[in-house]
């Protein structure tokens, strides 16, 4: 059965840096996502991309993160300057065609920022 | 702003017995709903989801029932297992229209305790 994955399943770094969060979505789905939870807070939206480009966003997403898809099958998520309220669990989503509604989620890369 | 809300934190049920998760949501522009399932270190799994065009959906043991004008909707498992000990998460979207592109707002989790 196809599957979201995502690398790394855990990433620590200081307060400052950078760091990209890899995600390979279902393959033949058209919409994705990304997600977060901060530990014992609930899954909160941070963005959606469709047809290249952004097409929504959250207040989170701010100037420090960004999306890509940079090939066929991976979806990226940069944070530019990490904060220490950075530091949950980073979903990524995807959804196959227009008018569906369920969402496939990857096992998440834990992000601890020190 | 709480668009979505799951009131009870946990819930434990024994083995065989039904088990009834409750989920309320105050955005009418809502038009699907979804449960997932969600074991420590995964992600959410998608579990069941139901069109606001109907008011009850089943598949297999998990049967979710909405009730549109108390803006309230509820997921049934029976029987229970100890297998289904989890947190489970209710999701409500808006759709791929009007700006949206079908993200989901997620209510807190309810974790689901089943005792043999």
């Known amino acids: 059965e196809p599957e979201v994955t995502q690398t790394p399943s855990h990433q620590v770094t200081q307060m400052g840096q950078e760091v990209i969060l890899r995600c390979v979505p279902i393959?033949?789905?058209?919409?994705f996502y990304w997600y977060r939870q901060i530990l014992g807070q609930k899954v909160e939206f941070l963005v959606s991309?469709?047809?290249?480009?952004?097409?929504?966003k959250s207040e989170i997403f701010d100037d420090q993160f960004s999306v890509e898809r940079p090939d066929g099958s991976n979806f990226t998520l940069k944070i530019r300057s990490t904060k220490l309220e950075d530091s949950a669990m980073y979903f990524c989503?995807?959804?196959?065609?227009?008018?569906?509604?369920?969402?496939?989620f990857g096992p998440g890369t834990r992000l601890t920022v020190t | 702003d709480q668009q979505v809300k799951q009131n009870s934190p946990s819930l434990s049920v024994q083995e065989g017995r039904i088990s009834i998760l409750n989920c309320d949501y105050t955005n009418s522009m809502f038009d699907y709903f979804l449960w997932y399932k969600k074991y420590p270190a995964e992600g959410p799994t998608f579990l069941i989801s139901i069109s606001s065009i109907k008011d009850k959906n089943e598949d297999g043991r998990f049967t979710v029932f909405l009730n549109k004008s108390a803006k309230h909707l509820s997921l049934h498992i029976v029987p229970s297992q100890p297998g289904d000990s989890a947190v489970y998460f209710c999701?409500?979207?808006?759709?791929?229209?009007?700006?949206?592109?079908?993200?989901?707002?997620f209510g807190k989790g309810t974790k689901l305790s089943v005792k043999p």
């Open positions: 393959s033949n789905h058209l919409y």
């Open positions: 991309f469709y047809n290249n480009e952004i097409s929504e």
């Open positions: 989503a995807s959804k196959g065609r227009t008018g569906t509604y369920e969402q496939y």
């Open positions: 999701a409500a979207s808006r759709g791929d229209y009007g700006g949206s592109q079908g993200n989901l707002i």
